[in-house]
């Protein structure tokens, strides 16, 4: 080991035990004058080798109550985490927990708890008329739902990307249901009489159908324009309902475009001056350049758009729930509210789980990660 | 005929370029007379025919709303009238400020959002920080359980969070003390420290989410810059403070913004079976005023209400009265919210 390594090491190590300045120069002058007196410096080197004496350091910094670097790093990490951690233990925990008993136990009037097994388990899963079908109209919404809400969103964040005029007008109106579309302001839309009214004022009666025509468009304009095709019924009727539900497909797009945009905005500009250069249309370089740049967040926002559907509260088994809880097993009394309601959570929370367990898989496959560094 | 330009040299530095101009028709012809600029005219229509459709989409029940508002009830018995008004009044908006006590409403709901944002943004940089830029042990199963807790729906542990908040005196060892103390009685009654409770714990309403953007931002920045602050001597907690919340500010707006407006609109705490407003069965204390409860028809309109028609009207006055102020906000920092996100760089 040479002269300027021994220094270097050794001021390393005042560098890590001592915590002002000061003493730090005068520990490094000290040792440089010990160097100079002391020209075998072989004869410091320990026994053991150089790892000996390391662990030998750890040792006399440990007796001395102090932390290696990187340990007083994870300390940090566990400081700054701190509040979620406690909440975790003191609240979160316990409110799991709790909500995981009460599914298996009666609950008296006055709040007591007796144990009572699977009981209120089989009664949903077995006797229950409404919750598997519930469950699976579901999940049937959600699969058709988050294909509609992720390539609406991509679309519009690829538009509201673009150079033009107006963009920030656009923006500020497209972003809006992100904060408007909550709790008391979603539920009043939902149920605005008025505008429906407005809407269906000037509707007639579809002969046909016999639906009224009250939507954006009909189910009967669009089968003559369908028809001549050849397409399923089942995928008209689909097409027919994602277009009258754009406003609810609208304003649960706003995170995933903000998302989206985040996204694009990351691509570098000289991937695309290079594309350009080499004469690929824009088509091209949307297929070849920005989807797979993008597919990182079409995962990210496929998955938030399944927590966020699903803990919406006026999807059907949310409804389902709120049902339970407040009239009780099969909805008819008021015993055992919480208890079904529990049941039907834990299993819906687990169902999804899966689901997007699966829908990370399946979109994991295509993903693209660009290599940094 | 030579169509050549012509050029002169006039001094040592100046040259004179003479040459025929195409007629302004044949120039005109050449500039819009082509494939490209079809091209452009037609997408440019295709972009804002979508744009404004959907934007349309966006405003109509709010369009709608704003024109109901201004109706007085025999608007509504008059089939003739859709959207304007024959005998134009501001009735609505007066009984719903006056006896639905919008004020004192606007005024708890705007102190207990502010609070509650600045609290949740605090805490979520924190926890997002400490989970960005710090490798220990469990670092990933905290970040899996953040995830989690975005996936619960708050509605589906209501009643195991009524109850712990309801017996918060006997269920955790805090909740102890302060029942020893004498500070609670049992449990939290008609009371906000649920809310707060959860907002200082990182639990509140999609603060998983918070946690998650901040966390993909707060791993864009670069480690230079801390290393820095520590080779100068800082601590992991000044340099949090003056070095990283700084740069960190259009992100940290965002998800102000974004706890303010959802608090703001929040039903869940305020709702008629939550831990605030609990019906007398266990307090017989008055709830706190909220903007969420405003959406009611006031006494002086009572008599009028017969088809449904101006309960709707009502309601939709009421929501633009709730929606109003989260809109002037919104408008001032808007700009930030889009730069914040660009700038988070939010990467799988």
Request: overall charge neutral.
């Given at each position: 080991?040479?002269?300027?390594?021994?220094?270097k090491?050794n001021?390393?190590?005042?560098?890590l035990?001592?915590d002002?300045?000061?003493s730090?120069?005068?520990?490094?002058s000290?040792?440089?004058?010990?160097?100079a007196?002391t020209?075998d410096i072989r004869s410091?080197i320990p026994?053991?080798?150089?790892k000996?004496r390391?662990?030998e350091?750890?040792?006399?910094r440990?007796?001395?109550?102090?932390m290696?670097?990187?340990?007083?790093?994870s300390?940090s990490?566990?400081?700054f985490?701190?509040?979620?951690?406690?909440g975790?233990?003191?609240?979160?925990?316990p409110i799991?927990?709790t909500?995981?008993?009460?599914?298996f136990?009666d609950?008296?009037t006055?709040?007591?708890m007796t144990f009572v097994?699977f009981k209120?388990y089989q009664?949903v899963?077995?006797t229950?008329?409404?919750f598997p079908?519930?469950?699976w109209?579901?999940?049937?919404?959600?699969i058709?739902?988050?294909?509609a809400?992720?390539i609406?969103a991509?679309?519009?964040?690829?538009?509201?990307?673009q150079k033009m005029?107006g963009?920030a007008a656009f923006?500020?109106i497209f972003f809006?249901?992100?904060?408007l579309?909550t709790?008391?302001?979603?539920?009043l839309n939902?149920?605005?009489a008025?505008?429906d009214?407005i809407n269906?004022s000037?509707?007639?009666i579809?002969?046909?159908t016999g639906?009224?025509?009250?939507?954006i468009i009909?189910?009967?304009?669009?089968?003559q324009?369908?028809?001549?095709?050849?397409?399923g019924?089942g995928?008209?009727?689909?097409?027919?309902?994602?277009?009258n539900?754009?406003?609810?497909?609208?304003?649960r797009?706003g995170?995933?475009m903000l998302i989206?945009l985040?996204?694009?905005?990351?691509?570098s500009?000289?991937?695309?001056?290079?594309?350009?250069?080499?004469?690929?249309?824009?088509?091209?370089t949307f297929?070849?350049i920005t989807?797979?740049?993008?597919?990182p967040?079409?995962?990210?926002?496929?998955?938030y758009t399944v927590?966020?559907l699903?803990?919406?509260?006026?999807?059907?088994?949310?409804k389902l729930m709120?049902q339970?809880?407040?009239?009780?097993?099969?909805?008819g009394?008021?015993?055992?509210?919480?208890?079904v309601?529990?049941?039907m959570?834990?299993?819906y929370?687990?169902i999804?789980?899966?689901?997007?367990?699966?829908?990370?898989?399946?979109l994991?496959s295509?993903?693209?990660?660009?290599?940094r560094d | 005929?030579?169509?050549?330009?012509k050029?002169?040299r006039e001094?040592r530095?100046?040259i004179?370029?003479?040459?025929?101009?195409?007629?302004?028709?044949?120039?005109?012809?050449?500039?819009?007379?082509n494939?490209?600029f079809?091209?452009?005219?037609?997408?440019l229509i295709?972009?804002l025919?979508?744009?404004?459709?959907v934007?349309?989409?966006i405003?109509?029940?709010y369009?709608t709303k704003?024109?109901?508002s201004?109706m007085s009830?025999s608007?509504?018995?008059?089939?003739?009238?859709v959207?304007?008004s024959?005998n134009?009044?501001?009735?609505q908006y007066r009984?719903?400020?006056m006896?639905?006590?919008?004020?004192?409403?606007l005024?708890?709901?705007?102190?207990?959002?502010a609070?509650v944002?600045?609290?949740?943004?605090?805490v979520?940089?924190?926890?997002a920080?400490?989970?960005a830029?710090f490798?220990?042990?469990?670092?990933?199963?905290?970040?899996?359980?953040v995830?989690?807790t975005?996936m619960?729906?708050?509605?589906?542990?209501q009643?195991a969070?009524?109850?712990?908040f309801?017996r918060f005196?006997t269920?955790t060892?805090?909740?102890?003390?302060?029942?020893?103390?004498?500070?609670i009685e049992g449990g939290?009654?008609?009371?906000?420290?649920?809310?707060?409770?959860?907002?200082?714990?990182?639990?509140g309403?999609?603060n998983?989410?918070?946690?998650?953007?901040?966390?993909?931002?707060f791993k864009?920045v670069?480690?230079?810059?801390?290393?820095?602050?520590?080779?100068?001597?800082?601590?992991?907690?000044?340099?949090?403070?003056n070095?990283?919340?700084?740069?960190?500010?259009p992100?940290?707006?965002?998800?102000f913004i974004?706890?303010?407006a959802?608090q703001?609109?929040?039903?869940?705490?305020?709702s008629?079976?939550s831990?605030f407003?609990?019906s007398s069965?266990w307090?017989?204390d008055?709830?706190i005023?909220?903007?969420s409860?405003?959406?009611?028809?006031?006494?002086s309109?009572?008599?009028y209400?017969k088809?449904?028609m101006?309960?709707?009207?009502?309601s939709?006055t009421?929501?633009i009265?709730?929606?109003f102020?989260?809109?002037?906000?919104?408008l001032?920092?808007?700009?930030?919210i889009?730069e914040?996100?660009?700038r988070?760089?939010?990467v799988?």
């Amino acid at each position: 080991m040479s002269l300027n390594d021994q220094i270097k090491r050794n001021s390393y190590e005042v560098k890590l035990a001592s915590d002002s300045s000061e003493s730090k120069e005068y520990e490094l002058s000290v040792k440089a004058v010990d160097y100079a007196k002391t020209p075998d410096i072989r004869s410091q080197i320990p026994r053991g080798g150089v790892k000996s004496r390391l662990k030998e350091q750890e040792e006399a910094r440990r007796r001395r109550g102090k932390m290696s670097l990187l340990q007083r790093r994870s300390l940090s990490g566990w400081l700054f985490a701190l509040p979620f951690v406690f909440g975790l233990l003191f609240v979160y925990a316990p409110i799991i927990f709790t909500s995981l008993k009460v599914t298996f136990c009666d609950i008296a009037t006055d709040g007591t708890m007796t144990f009572v097994g699977f009981k209120y388990y089989q009664q949903v899963y077995t006797t229950d008329p409404w919750f598997p079908i519930t469950i699976w109209d579901g999940l049937e919404d959600l699969i058709l739902q988050i294909p509609a809400i992720v390539i609406f969103a991509l679309f519009m964040a690829i538009i509201l990307n673009q150079k033009m005029t107006g963009r920030a007008a656009f923006r500020a109106i497209f972003f809006l249901p992100v904060i408007l579309s909550t709790g008391i302001i979603d539920r009043l839309n939902s149920q605005d009489a008025f505008s429906d009214a407005i809407n269906g004022s000037s509707g007639t009666i579809d002969t046909n159908t016999g639906e009224e025509a009250g939507g954006i468009i009909s189910a009967l304009d669009l089968q003559q324009l369908l028809g001549g095709i050849k397409l399923g019924a089942g995928l008209v009727e689909y097409v027919t309902n994602l277009v009258n539900n754009i406003f609810d497909i609208v304003s649960r797009s706003g995170v995933q475009m903000l998302i989206f945009l985040s996204g694009l905005q990351s691509i570098s500009p000289s991937i695309y001056e290079s594309c350009q250069v080499e004469g690929a249309s824009a088509w091209e370089t949307f297929w070849k350049i920005t989807l797979p740049m993008i597919s990182p967040m079409i995962l990210v926002n496929a998955v938030y758009t399944v927590i966020d559907l699903f803990t919406c509260y006026d999807n059907r088994v949310m409804k389902l729930m709120e049902q339970a809880l407040n009239h009780g097993g099969e909805y008819g009394g008021t015993a055992g509210g919480p208890s079904v309601a529990g049941v039907m959570a834990w299993t819906y929370i687990g169902i999804v789980l899966l689901f997007i367990v699966i829908v990370a898989l399946i979109l994991k496959s295509f993903v693209f990660y660009q290599r940094r560094d | 005929m030579d169509n050549s330009p012509k050029i002169k040299r006039e001094t040592r530095n100046k040259i004179r370029v003479d040459f025929e101009r195409a007629p302004l028709s044949e120039r005109l012809k050449a500039k819009f007379l082509n494939s490209f600029f079809f091209k452009k005219v037609i997408f440019l229509i295709f972009k804002l025919v979508l744009l404004i459709g959907v934007s349309y989409v966006i405003l109509y029940p709010y369009i709608t709303k704003i024109f109901a508002s201004f109706m007085s009830p025999s608007d509504f018995d008059d089939v003739t009238v859709v959207l304007i008004s024959k005998n134009p009044t501001i009735d609505q908006y007066r009984y719903i400020i006056m006896e639905n006590d919008y004020l004192l409403s606007l005024l708890n709901t705007f102190l207990i959002s502010a609070s509650v944002a600045l609290i949740q943004t605090l805490v979520c940089a924190l926890v997002a920080y400490g989970l960005a830029k710090f490798k220990f042990k469990g670092n990933n199963v905290l970040f899996l359980i953040v995830i989690f807790t975005m996936m619960v729906p708050q509605e589906s542990i209501q009643y195991a969070m009524q109850r712990f908040f309801l017996r918060f005196g006997t269920s955790t060892p805090i909740g102890y003390l302060l029942d020893a103390v004498g500070l609670i009685e049992g449990g939290f009654v008609n009371s906000l420290a649920p809310l707060y409770i959860m907002s200082v714990t990182g639990l509140g309403f999609k603060n998983g989410l918070f946690i998650f953007m901040l966390r993909q931002f707060f791993k864009g920045v670069p480690d230079e810059l801390e290393e820095s602050a520590y080779v100068d001597g800082s601590s992991t907690f000044r340099t949090f403070f003056n070095i990283i919340l700084p740069i960190s500010v259009p992100m940290l707006i965002t998800v102000f913004i974004f706890a303010f407006a959802w608090q703001w609109t929040d039903e869940f705490y305020a709702s008629s079976s939550s831990i605030f407003y609990l019906s007398s069965y266990w307090s017989s204390d008055e709830a706190i005023k909220l903007i969420s409860n405003i959406a009611k028809v006031p006494p002086s309109l009572q008599d009028y209400n017969k088809g449904g028609m101006l309960q709707a009207a009502i309601s939709g006055t009421a929501s633009i009265l709730i929606v109003f102020p989260l809109i002037l906000v919104y408008l001032v920092v808007q700009n930030k919210i889009v730069e914040g996100v660009e700038r988070s760089g939010i990467v799988g």
